[in-house]
């Protein structure tokens, strides 16, 4: 493939040892606390807020890993703090074996090539006075990838990658539409030649028939380069298309990880039952036979979260022992984890998210 | 429309007295850069206890029809064509202080965005006391007595409480289920919901369609629900309008608009949601480029550019709207050969 060959010139070696086995991302018991200050009319107060407090997964190379959940549920922390914008209150942010957190700064700077991120939102995360080819080329200074001379014809190659006209290379961003904007902020990210690309909420701001335009360019690049991907997206519709494995977290924890087909069939935690629940079908027929679970409330603050288990005060079937003891994550079946005293009780009725459903 | 040889007069109309009645309402945003034909010869009518979804992507005219409707599209915008009655009565025959004393009152609206759309220097008592005042007359101990009454009924826990809360002090569930009290406070005919979920957690979403679904049936309001998602749609409408550059392009009942989509622009649009009941990203299709400018729709079709079936009378004529079923209409001129296009 000419475009990865000529990234592949102009990017970092990885490291020169062979790809092993071991997992790209290796995160250990991450947390990341953000102090606050309150104020009121008599003096401050300080505060904590426990956006991700304690999770621990692994991304394959080559694979993708689905993290969903709902607003404040701590999956962009960790998606930041995966790709070193956010420092780790404690635990470890592995990649490639090495401790992100630990790296001095020269280090960490030439690692960060390897590992890039896509922003939600491609209209407040693009430079609105800087043209395409400099907002894509950009990182080619940083990182100090090629000559001047040679950074055009990187920057074409890119466009072309993921479906931009290079002969728009002197536009702004305010003359493409939302779609097109997601996908210069897709190039600028694979401009350092990255293995892992943390995409965050990637189509959430585009409408659905480019959304569908954006995840097939995401599959396709993701086959052509290699790219590893941890997906984070609040629609399970959409992790659904893309990825393996899924994790879902609620408030700062990760309640059930397991691979597509384990947490969208047999489906273990009451939240996430719920939130599959909650997402419409477009299908009339699906949505009468479904019978649909209404969590009542709202996710409580990460202030100050419950204690015992996060999702109790909004759980179906909590009992007693739910509300004074955290569930730890527990493995009921081969490669699907779960934090919930009660996860068999739960799985017991049938979702009925379609009649007949084509296994993939 | 006008130049549609249809079978009867008014097509997307007919049936039983109506609650709504838009007829062939064109409005446009008079720009720097030019006109933009936000809403173009838009028809549809809706019954009393009825939920109609009208469905597009956005820059559809979804909303400005909403806007349309109640004559209140912020400048530069301007209604330039058509007929609305409601109830029976031509809106815009009205004068301004009488379409005044219907929105709110018999109109009513639940914005996408309730953060803009409450004050945030007044209560959520004070926004209740205002709309009670303004519209029924209502103050002090009754109107307080209601705005308790109509928190309860929208689910908001310890209503008496919440009258005291500013709108920052409420999450973005409890924020929209205030401005539905609002909105149902005066018992309206007709409820417009623009978007009402599009800013909430899924969970949330579902409560509040929950509630949006139970309101309309119990007090037998007619509703508009303008939404982008197909799902909710399925979920929640008896019938469906689906809008494409300012226009309506096709409409029917629910299952019949998703068994038996005729508009290339629906069957496309349903093959590109992700589904949860499927995966793998092979079963999703695009759609290929992008909606129109609205400043310079292509003629003929506006979708011609982007549809599979597109012939060379698309480029040039605007199709016609023709029946394809009971209730079932659709704009396009190769309408027949839809079923032809690939599941």
């Known amino acids: 493939m000419s475009e990865e060959a000529a990234l592949q010139s102009s990017a970092a070696a990885p490291d020169g040892e062979a790809r092993d086995r071991s997992p790209l991302l290796d995160v250990r018991d991450l947390m990341v606390h953000f102090p606050i200050q309150r104020t009121t009319f008599v003096g401050g107060r300080r505060e904590t807020v426990h956006a991700v407090d304690g999770i621990s997964l692994a991304i394959d190379r080559g694979e993708t890993l689905g993290l969903v959940g709902e607003s404040g549920c701590g999956k962009s922390t960790t998606g930041r703090t995966v790709v070193g914008l956010y420092r780790p209150t404690a635990g470890q942010v592995l990649f490639d074996g090495r401790d992100i957190a630990a790296l001095p700064p020269e280090e960490l700077r030439l690692l960060r090539r390897r590992f890039q991120i896509v922003f939600q939102d491609p209209f407040s995360s693009l430079n609105p006075r800087m043209t395409v080819g400099a907002l894509i080329g950009e990182a080619f200074v940083i990182h100090k990838i090629g000559t001047p001379a040679e950074r055009p014809a990187l920057v074409a190659e890119l466009m072309k990658l993921v479906g931009l006209r290079p002969d728009q290379v002197s536009r702004y961003p305010h003359e493409f539409s939302g779609g097109q904007r997601q996908r210069i902020a897709i190039a600028r990210a694979l401009a350092t030649n990255p293995e892992l690309v943390v995409l965050d909420e990637p189509v959430s701001a585009v409408d659905v028939s480019v959304q569908s335009q954006i995840l097939h360019l995401l599959a396709d690049l993701q086959q052509r380069l290699g790219l590893t991907y941890l997906l984070i997206a609040h629609d399970l519709a959409v992790v659904g298309t893309i990825c393996r494995r899924i994790a879902v977290m609620y408030l700062g924890k990760i309640v059930e990880v397991g691979t597509r087909d384990q947490v969208y069939q047999s489906t273990l935690h009451p939240y996430t039952r719920a939130l599959f629940s909650a997402v419409p079908v477009p299908d009339p027929a699906v949505e009468r036979a479904r019978r649909r679970i209404i969590l009542s409330g709202e996710v409580p603050s990460p202030i100050n979260p419950p204690p015992g288990c996060r999702f109790h005060t909004r759980c179906p079937i909590a009992a007693e022992r739910c509300r004074v003891e955290e569930p730890a994550l527990r493995e009921p079946a081969a490669g699907h984890r779960v934090a919930c005293h009660r996860a068999e009780e739960a799985a017991t009725t049938p979702l009925q998210l379609a009649a007949d459903r084509p296994g993939t | ?343």
């Open chain 2, 1 to 343: 429309m006008a130049v549609a040889p249809t079978p009867a007069p008014q097509p997307w109309t007919a049936g039983a007295p109506s609650a709504l009645d838009v007829r062939d309402l064109s409005a446009a945003f008079f720009t720097r850069r030019g006109v933009v034909r936000a809403v173009d010869e838009v028809s549809f009518s809706l019954q009393t206890g009825e939920t109609l979804g009208i469905v597009g992507e956005s820059g559809s005219g979804k909303s400005a029809t909403a806007m349309a409707i109640l004559r209140d599209l912020p400048f530069p915008g301007r209604v330039t064509g058509g007929e609305v009655y409601f109830q029976g009565e031509s809106l815009f025959a009205r004068p301004e202080a009488a379409m005044r004393r219907i929105r709110g009152r018999q109109i009513a609206m639940v914005p996408q965005d309730s953060t803009a759309s409450l004050n945030p220097l007044m209560t959520v008592g004070e926004h209740l006391d205002e709309v009670l005042q303004v519209h029924l007359g209502l103050d002090g101990q009754a109107a307080r007595q209601r705005s308790v009454e109509l928190l309860s009924v929208v689910g908001l826990p310890e209503p008496e409480r919440r009258l005291r809360a500013y709108p920052h002090q409420l999450s973005g569930g409890m924020r929209q289920r205030v401005m539905i009290a609002m909105a149902i406070s005066c018992r309206p005919a007709l409820l417009i919901a623009d978007e009402p979920t599009t800013a909430l957690d899924a969970t949330v979403q579902a409560q509040i369609l929950e509630l949006i679904r139970s309101l309309s049936q119990e007090l037998r309001t007619a509703t508009i629900l303008i939404t982008h998602n197909l799902g909710i749609v399925a979920g929640l409408c008896d019938r469906v309008a689906v809008m494409y550059a300012g226009r309506v392009i096709e409409v029917a009942t629910r299952d019949e608009l998703f068994a038996n989509p005729r508009h290339p622009y629906t069957v496309s649009l349903l093959r590109c949601v992700p589904r949860l009941d499927r995966v793998g990203v092979a079963q999703l299709q695009s759609i290929p480029g992008q909606p129109p400018d609205l400043i310079r729709v292509p003629p003929g079709c506006a979708f011609a550019p982007r549809c599979p079936l597109a012939s060379g009378r698309c480029t040039r004529e605007v199709p016609a709207v023709t029946a394809q079923g009971e209730g079932h209409l659709a704009a396009c001129w190769n309408a027949a050969e839809t079923g032809g296009m690939s599941r």
